[in-house]
């Protein structure tokens, strides 16, 4: 009930070598760090962006070369419907991603897969894995340790943090995101907040039933199982798992606890 295969669906998850399907779920949390720091990073190409430093102009990443966004002709369809599209001299960049004006890139260790856009004020510190036809929305702050999957949103001014968005997870303005997991077509509400650390000293710890279980981590905020959803400015507390189909309403806290599949959450 509380294993990795109860919440997920990882058939098509590029990185699901980071679950152990018959671990409990939060377990790719303690493996996130070790899987990212021996992933085999592409090298960036540095002719026009800086290491922490904004972009002057747009940037089109396309087969491992940078290309200026001036030579190119783009068309900003739906980045997660595959209609980013990038053209020179009329001839297209399949599978080329958009890096706007103003986005910065910290760190070698930055993984940008075919078709991303990131917009303008967007903050990636490596390591980043960002799967394909994902958007990294303007003022998006990425800390480190974040890794994505394919056709996620990674919102306006939403922070994120040693975390993983399965494919298609979404969370589209003003989240933060820590020490978490989103499962497949997650989408998050405006506003929503996982909480990853207690006040007190010690491990976070949520119910499950009549028992307390204890997961070991100083640091955990949510786990949400495939097609959950939360609403506007809900909040979650450290140790908080959402099972597939779940619902958190708007404005509402979910204790540290484990919450059954299709559960309602007020």
């Not at 540095?46 to 972009?55: E, H």
């Not at 507390?237 to 309602?264: D, Q, V, W």
Request: charged share 20%; glycine share 14%.
């Amino acid at each position: 009930m509380l294993t990795v295969q109860s919440f997920f669906d990882l058939t098509d998850f590029p990185h699901r070598e980071v679950f152990n399907p018959g671990t409990d779920v939060w377990k790719p949390l303690d493996d996130l760090k070790a899987y990212m720091d021996r992933h085999a990073y592409p090298a960036i190409d540095r002719s026009l962006i800086g290491d922490g430093i904004p972009l002057a102009g747009h940037v089109i990443l396309h087969r491992g070369k940078a290309v200026p966004g001036t030579e190119a002709q783009i068309e900003y369809g739906d980045t997660t419907k595959g209609k980013l599209r990038v053209s020179v001299n009329g001839q297209p960049l399949t599978g080329a991603s958009v890096l706007m004006a103003g986005a910065v890139l910290l760190g070698d260790r930055i993984d940008i897969g075919p078709g991303v856009l990131v917009e303008t004020g967007a903050m990636i510190k490596s390591p980043a894995i960002i799967g394909e036809m994902t958007e990294v929305r303007q003022g998006s702050y990425l800390r480190g340790y974040c890794l994505a999957g394919k056709r996620c949103v990674l919102g306006h001014t939403t922070e994120i943090k040693h975390a993983i968005f399965l494919n298609d997870a979404k969370a589209g303005h003003f989240a933060y995101i820590g020490d978490s997991i989103l499962g497949n077509e997650v989408n998050l509400g405006a506003g929503t907040k996982f909480a990853n650390l207690r006040f007190l000293p010690g491990t976070v710890t949520f119910t499950h039933g009549d028992d307390r279980i204890d997961t070991g981590r100083r640091k955990i905020g949510a786990i949400l199982g495939d097609r959950c959803q939360t609403g506007c400015n809900s909040v979650t507390s450290p140790g908080t798992l959402l099972a597939k189909g779940s619902f958190l309403m708007p404005n509402a806290t979910a204790r540290a606890s484990y919450y059954g599949e299709g559960s309602l959450i007020r």
